[in-house]
């Protein structure tokens, strides 16, 4: 089992903004990494650290922490963010663990 | 351009050894902070970390599969080798490596192999 936890599914209208949210007690301590992956492809980095993009990630993605949550946020979601989204950090004793992932659907 | 690609068996027994390979470039060890990890998704499920090893030859497993997984570097080929034993048909999966970097007080990764689909079955 995982010990960052995700909500299973959100659904979003398009240009609307959603949140995905990634909670976890060893969320005080480390930022979260968050990825996107879309069917039959191989995840894709979109924030990391406190809130920074790679290069290529569109500014509608963005990143915060609060306590034992970090979120993602896509403001104004696009056809193409209909995904799978998973956050990446440690879990209580330091070991490296995903979340559970998160679907997003874009209505 | 910096690429990643996993190689080995597509199938393979109960009870067997899988050895995957990991052949990576335009990157190397030499640069600090670097890792190449292992990281699997079973079909329809979420992505499970496996294994990382790092430029000094630091290596962390997942707890629960410890005893089954040895990760290895050969640097002058730029590859990563994992093996996991006793391969059951739970271990079915869809197998990723990918480059681990620390950047801004965060370890993420940042390039993904394409992933290589392996079966467990006999």
């Known amino acids: 089992s ?10 979003v209208a398009l240009g609307q903004t959603v949140r995905i949210t990634c909670q976890g007690d060893s969320l005080r301590a480390y930022y979260a990494s968050w990825y996107r992956q879309k069917p039959g492809q191989a995840p894709i980095l979109v924030i990391y650290g406190r809130n920074n ?31 799978d989204y998973y956050c990446d950090s440690r879990d209580n004793i330091g070991n490296y663990v995903f979340g559970n992932g998160t679907k997003v659907t874009v209505l | 351009q910096i690429t990643l690609k996993e190689s080995g068996p597509t199938l393979v027994k109960p009870t067997q050894t899988l050895t995957l390979t990991c052949t990576f470039s335009e990157f190397s060890f030499s640069m600090s902070g670097v ?12 992505l499970e970390w496996l294994a990382v090893i ?25 590859q990563v080798v994992l093996t996991m034993t006793d391969m059951d ?34």
């Open chain 1, 2 to 11: 995982s010990e960052l936890t995700q909500g299973p599914a959100v659904s």
């Open chain 1, 53 to 83: 993009r790679p290069s290529g990630i569109p500014d509608r993605f963005s990143g915060s922490s609060s306590g034992d949550t970090a979120s993602l946020t896509i403001t104004g979601a696009q056809a193409e963010d209909e995904a």
């Open chain 2, 35 to 46: 890792g190449v990890a292992w990281i699997r998704q079973p079909p329809g499920k979420a």
């Open chain 2, 54 to 78: 790092y430029w000094d030859y630091d290596k962390l497993y997942t707890p629960s599969l410890k005893s089954r997984l040895t990760i290895t570097k050969d640097t002058s080929k730029n």
């Open chain 2, 89 to 122: 048909p739970v271990d079915t999966a869809t197998y990723y490596c990918a480059r681990r970097r620390y950047d801004s007080g965060s370890y993420f990764f940042d390039y993904w192999g394409q992933g290589t689909l392996v079966t467990v079955s006999s």
